[in-house]
């Protein structure tokens, strides 16, 4: 398995941009895909982007689509999310998660998940 840390999230206006980072450690990073998830008060967790383990195939969830933009670097061992023209609606804590199989936009497909960062985007 993989042990995953958010970098700090962050304060935004609306139409502004936040870079989302996640430190994988373990000898296997490059062997999973790794996925964005986002949970916001009362709401369920949900996915956000997904990326295979080259980074060659790139998901994302219809509300982020075009705007977000999920990225790795295995050589580091990092996943990025660059957010763009941020929202109200993104205010939400954003998690990264490993993903060895599986549907990719479900939880249970991920084994290994970040602490969790928040990111919060005002009007």
């Known amino acids: 398995q993989v042990q995953l840390v958010e970098s700090r999230g962050g304060l935004a206006q609306a139409g502004e941009s936040l870079t989302l980072s996640c430190a994988a450690s373990?000898?296997?990073?490059?062997?999973?895909?790794m996925g964005w998830f986002r949970q916001a008060p009362g709401k369920e967790r949900e996915f956000v982007a997904h990326i295979n383990w080259s980074g060659m195939r790139t998901n994302y969830a219809d509300s982020v689509n075009g705007r977000f933009t999920i990225s790795r670097d295995n050589a580091k061992k990092m996943v990025y999310l660059q957010m763009n023209s941020l929202k109200p609606e993104d205010t939400a804590v954003y998690y990264c998660?490993?993903?060895?199989?599986?549907?990719?936009?479900?939880?249970?497909?991920?084994?290994?998940w970040g602490q969790g960062t928040q990111v919060t985007v005002s009007s």
């Open positions: 998660a490993a993903h060895p199989l599986g549907d990719y936009k479900l939880r249970d497909s991920y084994e290994s």
């Open positions: 373990g000898r296997t990073f490059s062997g999973y895909a």
